[in-house]
């Protein structure tokens, strides 16, 4: 048995799983939400089998010590599994890692060093990796990094037209995030057309609440909607996505917002949220379809900015072959998609209405018999993803 412990820390969660590489089975998975709130809530599955309690979860340590407490109330204990690696999700790498990374003490300060280039995402990255580290001393800890499948954008799709000196002195620049989304749906993707990989020029629209699209052309990326953090681009459940940096000026002249605020008001009390009330896109699609004037509006915007980086990577693949939608949003919204991909027959891109309502469980396709381009719903699997390239990095096979 070769298994791999998963560790997704997000700003308020710590996702888990624990993997066995040989059959990629989960041997158990977990969800530790709302860290640092009043009251928190812990799920832990375990094949047919789910725990859940609510509590107060201090901080990301915390968090650790309640994820241990789970594989031991509940299983597999960490005796029986004996991971023989740990994989880390860590969002911004800059440009100074370009693949998967075993982490030591230089690591952690590289990683601690980018907190600035992805302020809500790193600094929680980190604690979940010290707080593991600390736990499993004995085994190697790989970092794999959201950026590391953008490094592969050419400078002129990554600088901004800010002045160039103010720019490399301060590593301004596009660096993306969702990478090891991207590849592993544009490869599932290819393997599910039965295409060569290296061939295939894919749009991927990752929405989750987080949200970013790639152009994906031969297996590498070439463009994509988050920038120097992942607050630009598309419209998300909170963040504003693209914005006239203008409004900042604005806010700050006129109403007196400090820079703190304005960073709390883009990415945390805007995007579906600050349009409509709720940033989940199922009671935003419910309260549309009942007549809401504000939510059909969120949802607008919401589609508008979609089909806007839809369209620019189309032409910036000149022409795609693949559609594919993953993320919560991108696997489950019905009307989402319908709305994205309205009235592009024009463009080869033909949605059929009857494939895109059918609900079933893994890769499936929704375009018509006829459509030029291919369009696709696939499940994403970060963690799948996280642990082969952890055991690669190591090179520990899996199976043995
Ligand atoms: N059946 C559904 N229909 C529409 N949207 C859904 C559905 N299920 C989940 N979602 C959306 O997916 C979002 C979460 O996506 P997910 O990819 O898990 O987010 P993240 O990883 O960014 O936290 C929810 O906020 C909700 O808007
Ligand atoms: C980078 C990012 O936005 O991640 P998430 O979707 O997990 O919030
Ligand atoms: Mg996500």
């Not at 791999?4 to 710590?14: A, E, P, W």
């Not at 419209?235 to 960073?263: C, E, N, Q, W």
Request: charged share 25%; proline share 3%.
């Amino acid at each position: 048995m070769t298994v791999v412990l998963v560790v997704n820390s997000g700003s308020s969660s710590l996702k888990y799983q624990l993997i066995e590489m040989s059959d990629e089975r989960v041997l158990a998975s977990g969800l530790i939400e709302r860290i640092g709130e009043a009251s928190g809530v812990v799920t832990h599955k375990r094949g047919d089998e789910r725990a859940e309690r609510e509590l107060e979860i201090g901080d990301h340590d915390a968090a650790f010590d309640i994820m241990m407490q789970n594989f031991a109330e509940h299983g597999p204990s960490m005796d029986d599994a004996k991971p023989v690696v740990v994989g880390h999700r860590i969002v911004q790498g800059g440009r100074r890692f370009y693949g998967p990374t075993i982490i030591d003490e230089k690591v952690e300060m590289d990683i601690e060093e980018l907190i600035p280039l992805a302020p809500l995402h790193n600094g929680p990255n980190l604690a979940g990796v010290r707080a593991a580290r600390r736990v499993f001393a004995n085994i190697p800890h790989v970092a794999v990094f959201d950026t590391a499948f953008h490094t592969t954008l050419s400078d002129a799709a990554s600088y901004y037209a800010l002045n160039r000196e103010v720019a490399d002195k301060y590593r301004v620049r596009k660096y993306g995030a969702h990478g090891t989304s991207h590849k592993y749906v544009s490869e599932a993707a290819a393997e599910f057309l039965d295409r060569p990989y290296d061939e295939l020029r894919t749009v991927v629209l990752h929405i989750g609440n987080g949200a970013s699209a790639c152009a994906v052309d031969g297996g590498k990326s070439i463009d994509t909607s988050m920038g120097m953090t992942p607050l630009e681009g598309l419209v998300m459940g909170t963040r504003t996505g693209d914005i006239d940096p203008a409004v900042l000026f604005h806010l700050h002249r006129k109403a007196g917002y400090s820079v703190d605020d304005l960073d709390r008001l883009l990415n945390k009390q805007s995007g579906l949220l600050g349009l409509t009330g709720t940033n989940d896109v199922r009671d935003v699609t419910a309260r549309a379809a009942a007549g809401d004037e504000a939510a059909e509006l969120g949802l607008e915007i919401y589609v508008h900015r979609l089909r806007h980086y839809i369209g620019s990577y189309l032409v910036a693949l000149q022409g795609a072959d693949v559609i594919a939608w993953c993320g919560g949003v991108g696997e489950n919204s019905v009307e989402v998609r319908k709305r994205a991909l309205a009235g592009m027959e024009w463009l080869g891109v033909e949605l059929d209405a009857e494939r895109n309502e059918a609900r079933r469980d893994g890769i499936r396709e929704i375009s018509t018999d006829s459509s030029r381009v291919r369009i696709l719903v696939v499940p994403t699997n970060e963690e799948i993803e996280i642990a082969r390239q952890s055991l690669e990095a190591t090179g520990v096979p899996a199976a043995q």
